[in-house]
């Protein structure tokens, strides 16, 4: 049992307030997901040249500047560096597998997502003391994916946590259990896709970024999805202008959405729904088995 969030602010104006309407959804979801939490929030993109990197130390005391100004001394360049405690948000317009490359040199550090658009953090914890650690509440943004975990088939990690990310600017949070993530091991690393985790939720993420990858859409990818992943699932993804959601033919994971003319609105219980501003006058509803419902930011 796990829990999901989700949040789409429709209304430009109001996207400096989504760190405070998104933090009472994620620590509604305590009881569900105890062990670990984690967001990604999307925000207005950089320049086509640049990509953020969102980083992950196990070195509490991690001289995040010390690693910077080394990484600008390598590449006789200057980024830009964001610091939260033992995460970081670096900015830089160097090719994305020389930056990643690079940071494999630091076995303390580990790249949590790269893109235009998205900042992630994850980490072990109650949700409560993830917001707090990592201030949640002044995130600012135009759609965001969270998730609380707890686990059931693979290890208490920061590793572990959701969000899950593949390629760029995509993220996947899930509430469920596949009972084929092996079979799509399989079937994607001898395309050269390697796997970080023993997680299911990364099998599916990664099946759906190579699908895209590929040059389907993300609906054309969810649809290959529904015919590739075999198991109970409610999984919420987002993109650089999207979020999506969709269930399992059974729908077996409870999910609810709730809609106004500001924001859409998801969770996996209405208790995360019920501090939203006029959420009394909220379209809410239940996403129907095996269908998609998806978002434009």
């Not at 010390?66 to 990484?71: A, G, K, P, Q, W």
């Not at 990643?100 to 303390?108: E, L, M, R, S, V």
């Not at 998730?147 to 469920?176: I, K, Q, W, Y």
């Not at 994971?253 to 003319?261: G, L, M, N, Q, R």
């Amino acid at each position: 049992m796990c829990g999901i969030v989700g949040l789409l602010i429709k209304k430009p104006e109001l996207r400096d307030s989504l760190g405070e309407l998104i933090v009472p959804m994620l620590v509604g979801m305590s009881a569900r997901g105890p062990d670990s939490a984690g967001l990604a929030v999307f925000t207005e993109k950089l320049g086509e040249q640049y990509r953020k990197y969102s980083l992950y130390s196990a070195d509490t005391e991690c001289n995040w500047w010390e690693i910077n100004r080394e990484f600008e001394t390598h590449f006789q360049v200057l980024t830009t560096i964001e610091i939260n405690g033992n995460h970081a948000i670096l900015v830089s317009d160097l090719p994305p597998e020389k930056v990643k490359h690079w940071f494999g040199q630091y076995p303390q550090l580990h790249v949590l997502s790269t893109g235009r658009a998205i900042d992630l953090y994850k980490d072990t914890g109650s949700p409560l003391e993830v917001v707090s650690r990592y201030d949640f509440k002044s995130l600012q943004g135009s759609h965001v994916v969270g998730h609380t975990r707890m686990a059931t088939e693979s290890a208490v990690t920061p590793a572990h946590a959701h969000p899950f990310t593949a390629g760029e600017d995509f993220c996947l949070v899930h509430n469920g259990s596949l009972s084929n993530p092996h079979q799509i091991r399989r079937q994607l690393e001898p395309l050269g896709i390697h796997f970080e985790t023993d997680n299911d939720t990364e099998a599916a993420c990664r099946f759906l970024e190579w699908r895209m990858r590929e040059g389907d859409d993300l609906e054309a990818a969810i649809q290959k999805g529904f015919e590739a992943l075999d198991g109970f699932y409610t999984f919420l993804m987002g993109t650089a202008d999207k979020l999506a959601l969709v269930r399992d033919p059974f729908a077996c994971k409870p999910a609810v959405v709730a809609e106004t003319d500001d924001y859409v609105a998801i969770a996996s219980e209405f208790r995360s729904l019920a501090h939203l501003p006029d959420v009394k006058n909220a379209t809410i509803y239940e996403p129907a088995p095996e269908e998609m419902y998806v978002w434009k930011a």
